[in-house]
């Protein structure tokens, strides 16, 4: 038989032939597999609110950088995918280029927190934490990365503090909510999130991540199992594999008073663009972000598109404005082999031209 698919019996059994050779390799390779953990590199606790804790990075050298960078991620998943595992960290990247790290674990939350507000997340876990670098290093401002929906309280901190911050960068972070391309965004449009919220309370973790699965439901439901076959003969790549299914399957449920007003305000107000952000009685306005502001964004990011990313050069007040496109998704931003080359390099050469080193 010929054609485009130029499928031949002789090629089918080779395939066969392979399939099982994979399989019967599976056994084995599982045997050698322990239990895999995210999260690589030392840290220490140093400062506590409650369920949500402000680790330091310990690198191997002592950090060059005067100002500590403090990274603050995402609520709905872990924040250790920046800190994956050994060669897929952007962590130890800048640990190795000499900056001083902190990041935030936000914790799980559980029904004591189903009442928690924007305010908290950010005035005080955020600014708690910031507040606690400042004092630690006897400083005025610091370095702040924020993440996702990180990147978006950081906006809003830096717009409501900006004598506080120093630098700011945000990474896949969406300003923007309604470019036509944000599936997610259109999804919520009509929801009526009051119902939603006061029906369940805290938003359960699981219906938030079928949520995230179901906009790409063929890539992250079906075949990324069906290639992990051709993964069953090597330890090493299924142990990575593992270990990325277990920090996504690793997600915190949603406090449901933020949960609402995250979805009211950012996707279906749009209030980065159109105003009406309010943060414990305060009005976000990204043009009181003057200070130097490097934004990075992936280029096949199906979660936050680019043009929701790049809103962000015309709302800013700053007149040192940075942009990164990172070919990638939203997830190979952190852990694939060019971003452990670019993204860290990038990071500190910008912020080495605006701070002091040792």
Known sequence: MSGPLAITPQGLAEEVVKLQGKLGSALGTLRQVDDVHYGATEREEVWRDGKVVLYRFR??????AKVPLLISYALVNRPYMVDLQADRSIVKGLLERGEDVYIIDWGYPDRSDRF???????ERFLGGAVDHLRRAHKLDAINLLGICQGGAFSLCYAALHPDKVRNLITMVTPVDFHTPDNMLSNWVQEMDVDLFVDTLGNVPADLMNWCYLMLKPFRLNLQKYVGLVDILDDPKAVEDFLRMEKWIFDSPDQAGEAFRQFLK????????????????GREVHLGLVEMPVLNIYAEQDHLVPPDASRALKGLVGSKDYTELSFRGGHIGIYVSGRA?????QTIHDWLAKRGPRG
């Open 59 to 64: 690198g191997e050298g002592k950090p060059t």
């Open 116 to 122: 928690l507000e924007l305010e908290d997340c950010i």
């Open 265 to 280: 305000q950012f996707y279906q107000g749009n209030g980065f663009v159109n105003g009406g952000i309010d943060i414990g």
């Open 340 to 344: 452990q080359k670019e993204v860290p």
